[in-house]
């Protein structure tokens, strides 16, 4: 048995005895290696199979105690305590609270069905929630009767059968549904313990096999290891130690051997022939060895002058080594704190694609409101408040919201403004910026390939009268199509084109109708005209004021672009002919290609007559570098703007940097960001005569001129003051309205205009106003326009303001656009004209749903941080000391319940947040000033205060985040100071 196991092990070995050791080196670590693949697959198949097996075990036990726990939820608001409870006592006691705690229980009712439906159910399930809401509703009927009942007087007799409510099947079926999840719980597990099980089985058994196959591989490689590699080298050292003790007549073994033993073999005994020819020669060099010592000194010598030279190098080198160590260790975490900076701070593609996302929430908000505006509508309870807006701005807000869909589903949007329509207007963008996203909301939906086009014209089959501008809003899409007999109630509510409309597309069937009933209020049309499988094109039109009152980039951006000519790269053929004829509005001549070589060519033909090559980049961009460094190539002088879809990559913003692009735009392209990328092209040529055009067009703008401002809040004062000094003003100032006219009646100052806070102690703005209007009609002083500041943004205030003897009116937070047209207006005599509304926003009370968690700074900030430079860091340290200052005043006076207290210390901290641009904070605060103003019922507004004093503290805390975020973003480094410098 012994021969026949050797003789098999020998039949194993016996195709390896030829191999060279390289080979068998190579066969060894290939059958490691596969050992290794084996076991770690092994480990990673059970290790698998274990995570799959915990997971599909946690999410079962997860869903099933959120399920429990939402059953237990729904019992108790349905039972002691709760809606039941509540309802029955209402009946007996008549007291309301017990009804309004009747009505909260059912909410929550409502509330718990629907997370437990978002948890997917089944049928049985489904059934039980059916049964509870109709117990739920019927107590819910029951409760309003009662409610009737009571109010009316009826006796007793008659309100107590309404207690009779059969509501145990509900029950039953809570009940029941809780004791079916249990045990699906119980089975659920059993059925674990028993993969379990199997699984122990699986792994011993393979653990097992595998152990007795690494052990065979091992003896087999230790076996031809030593045959093949130990036993010749000892062989072979054997030898050697022979030759060592001059034993030379030795035979060295293995020389006949086919592999690398035999070449080391053969190499000993050529060494042992040598060593024999030495050994003869030994007696030759034996002659010389006394003229070798008589040298060995001198030898000594120089060895010894070498090592004192070595040992210096070497004493150079450690040093050198020491240092770039001690170098190298500071850099590294410069290099890895740079790094982490990187990561815990966005660039400015992610700012852009964060606001998007931000703005697509404020949008999807108004959506899920649609159904109250409706409700609004049809109660005539909604009122549009114009206001100064710009149509490319509120179309880019739109299309930036709904441009990264568009683009993912590979469509072409295009926004064409038709350039004879004024851009400035007087409206309610709110509402025409609701419309467009409903009506582009639909095409984007209804659309799988083409494009959809945005076509704002004047519309010419209007006459308006003078001053105000007819417009068609046109869009148009490749989609679906509408039959002709659904366009005749498309616009219905709850309309849509079929009912498979709804099962594939989604939508309430509300936002064509909304926007019909919006458009009705503008006084203005809405229609279409569509095509089935070809496409449709809704529109409407609008009346709107013209504003001519300031100059547009577009206007600045054409001076500069007579007679020059760009090259335009673009594939799609409708965005191509888009891009041509707004470039012509610019005055820009343009020869259009599809594709680069073509570019080349034009571009190598005359490189001095183009002053643009425009790139329009569809999906990918891996050839863009080559691109822009064969262009740039052939003309270095040449501007490069590139035409990016939202979702093109964020290495684009190395392009920018990188790669010689003048300017990038985002589509979809329009004229105004079109113009906005011509004129940072144009402007990044630090000599550029262009440039100049652009630098501070209000510098010193009246000069001479003397302005009285009036403002008690410090942070207000010294922004205000800075703009105003910014035009060339020379500003004297005052904290409150009796300063003021001490400072107009007492100093003899002769002011030019006068702006006045309205809120302020000793003396309110409304007051000082009043008296001023008194002495400029008795003559003693001069007729100087009188502006409210105010925060406020209530319906009232601006003829509150006028009432008082005010001028005119500009609602914080001051923007420095704003602020021009009202000097524009006041201190050019041929400018004034009745009163006007600036920047009043809107009339409502805003509702904290709607603010913005993240984006908690605007441009007020951005302003402030230019104008005061040095100073706003101070400035924004005193903000954060009197908003925290503020936020103690309004929960003291929460606690004393003392209501003046709490308006005047939120009206102060939404004032001032609104100047340095805390958005989020001062929509909280000017909610809570809005509450104490319209509340009536004491207890009812603290109760509400209550629930909101939470949301102000965080607001607080997340607005002095931002803000310090933002200082740190904008003070440049030490680098960076020195660059500037």
């Known amino acids: 048995m012994k021969n026949q196991n050797y003789s098999m092990f020998k039949f194993i070995t016996k195709p390896f005895s030829s191999m060279r050791i390289r080979t068998l080196a190579y066969v060894a670590a290939l059958a490691i290696f596969l050992i290794l693949v084996s076991v770690s697959y092994s480990a990673y198949y059970l290790i698998d199979k274990s995570n799959t097996l915990e997971e599909t075990w946690q999410k079962f036990d997860e869903n099933a105690v959120t399920r429990l726990d939402l059953i237990k939820d729904i019992q108790t608001q349905m039972g002691y305590g709760g809606m039941i409870h509540n309802f029955k006592n209402y009946i007996l006691r008549k007291d309301p609270r017990l009804l309004i705690n009747f009505y909260k229980s059912a909410r929550e009712i409502d509330i718990l069905i629907g997370k437990y439906n978002n948890l997917g159910i089944r049928k049985e399930e489904k059934n039980a929630l059916n049964e509870l809401r109709k117990t739920k509703n019927l107590y819910k009927q029951k409760a309003i009767l009662a409610e009737q009942l009571i109010n009316s007087g009826n006796a007793p007799s008659e309100i107590d059968p309404l207690v009779k409510v059969n509501d145990i099947p509900a029950l039953n079926e809570l009940q029941n549904l809780k004791v079916q999840i249990k045990k699906e719980h119980l089975q659920q597990s059993r059925a674990v313990e028993k993969l379990v099980k199997l699984q122990k089985h699986y792994i011993y058994y393979v653990t097992l096999l595998k152990a007795t196959t690494i052990v065979f591989s091992l003896i087999l490689l230790f076996y031809l290891a030593y045959k093949r590699i130990t036993k010749p080298l000892l062989a072979i050292n054997h030898a050697m130690n022979n030759i060592k003790d001059d034993n030379l007549e030795i035979d060295i073994p293995y020389k006949t051997q086919k592999d690398e033993i035999g070449e080391l073999a053969l190499a000993v005994q050529v060494f042992l022939n040598r060593t024999r020819e030495l050994k003869i020669k030994e007696a030759e060099i034996n002659l010389y060895i006394q003229e070798l010592h008589t040298k060995q000194k001198q030898l000594e010598k120089e060895i010894k002058n070498a090592q004192t030279a070595d040992n210096a190098n070497k004493m150079k080198s450690e040093f050198l080594a020491t240092m770039s160590h001690e170098i190298r260790t500071p850099m590294n975490g410069i290099i890895g704190t740079a790094e982490l900076m990187l990561v815990n701070k966005l660039n400015k593609q992610q700012k852009n694609e964060v606001k998007v996302i931000l703005k697509s929430a404020e949008t999807l908000l108004e959506i899920i409101n649609g159904i109250l505006d409706f409700s609004k509508i049809e109660a005539g309870q909604v009122t549009l408040e114009d206001k100064q807006f710009n149509l490319t701005k509120i179309l880019d807000e739109v299309t930036q919201v709904i441009a990264p869909v568009i683009y993912k589903k590979n469509l072409e949007l295009i926004t064409d403004i038709e350039p004879d329509v004024n851009q400035n207007l007087i409206g309610n963008p709110l509402r ?41 809003f046109e869009i148009k899409d490749t989609g679906i199509g509408i039959t002709p007999s659904i366009q005749e109630t498309i616009f219905d509510k709850f309309t849509q084109a079929d009912s498979s409309t709804t099962r594939t597309y989604g939508g309430t069937g509300l936002g064509l109708s909304i926007s019909k009933e919006l458009v009705k209020l503008m006084r203005g049309n809405i229609g279409l005209h569509s095509t089935l499988e070809k496409g449709s094109t809704f529109w409407f039109k609008l009346v709107l004021q013209e504003d001519h009152s300031t100059e547009t980039q577009i206007q600045k951006v054409k001076k500069f672009t007579q007679e020059m000519h760009a090259i335009l790269i673009d594939e799609t053929q409708n965005h191509r002919d888009f891009i041509k004829k707004e470039l012509h509005h610019l005055n820009i001549k343009t020869n259009e290609t599809t594709n680069l070589d073509d570019a080349y060519s034009l571009l190598n033909s005359n490189p001095d007559n183009f002053s643009f090559i425009i790139l329009n980049i569809q999906n990918s961009h891996h050839n863009l570098r080559r691109c822009l460094k064969h262009i740039k190539s052939i003309s270095k002088d040449i501007r490069i703007i590139v035409l990016a879809n939202p979702t ?8 920018y940097n990188e790669h010689h692009i003048d300017a990038l735009v985002q589509k979809p392209v329009h004229l105004t960001n079109l113009s906005n990328a011509i004129h940072k092209a144009l402007n990044s040529d630090k000599d550029s005569t262009y440039k100049s055009e652009f630098t501070n067009p209000y510098k010193e703008s009246h000069t001479g001129k003397k302005a009285l401002l009036v403002e008690d809040n410090e942070i207000n004062l010294t922004i205000a003051k800075n703009m105003l000094k910014m035009f060339g003003l020379k500003v004297t100032t005052a904290v409150n309205g009796l300063e003021a006219l001490e400072a107009i009646k007492e100093k003899h100052e002769q002011y030019d205009i006068i702006f006045m806070d309205c809120q302020m102690p000793v003396m309110d703005g ?16 001069k007729d100087t326009p009188v502006i409210a500041l105010t925060a406020n943004a209530m319906k009232g205030d601006y003829q509150k303001c006028i009432n008082s003897g005010m001028d005119d009116y500009i609602s914080k937070p001051i923007h420095i656009d704003s602020l021009n047209l009202l000097l524009d207006k006041w201190l050019n005599d041929e400018n004034k004209s009745h009163p006007t509304k600036i920047d009043k926003g809107n009339l409502h009370a805003p509702k904290l749903e709607e603010i913005n968690s993240e984006q908690n700074y605007d441009k007020s900030l951005k302003e402030a941080h230019n104008l005061l430079k040095n100073e706003f860091q101070t400035l924004l340290n005193k903000f954060f000391k009197d908003s925290e200052k503020c936020l103690e005043k309004i929960i003291k006076g929460y606690t004393e319940h003392n209501k003046s207290l709490i308006e005047k210390s939120a009206h102060k901290l939404k004032s001032s947040s609104l100047q340095v641009g805390a958005k989020l904070l001062s929509s909280v605060a000017e909610e809570i000033e809005f509450n104490v103003k319209s509340y009536s019922d004491e207890d009812a507004l603290f109760a509400e205060l209550e629930t909101k004093l939470p949301y102000l503290k965080q607001s607080l805390e997340k607005s002095h985040k931002s803000l310090r975020m933002f200082v740190e973003e904008n003070t440049p480094t030490e680098k960076e100071t020195k660059t500037l410098n």
Request: charge should be positive; proline fraction near 3%.
């Open 432 to 472: 025409i910026k609701q419309i467009l996203t409903n009506l582009l909301g639909n095409a984007v939906k209804f659309t799988e390939k083409g494009y959809i086009t945005v076509h704002i014209k004047k519309d010419i089959s209007t006459v308006p009268l003078q001053g105000f501008e007819a417009l068609i």
């Open 648 to 655: 093109t990559p964020s290495d684009m913003n190395n392009l």
């Open 766 to 781: 409304y007051t000082a106003a009043y008296q001023i209007k008194e002495l400029r009609q008795k003559n003693e002083i």
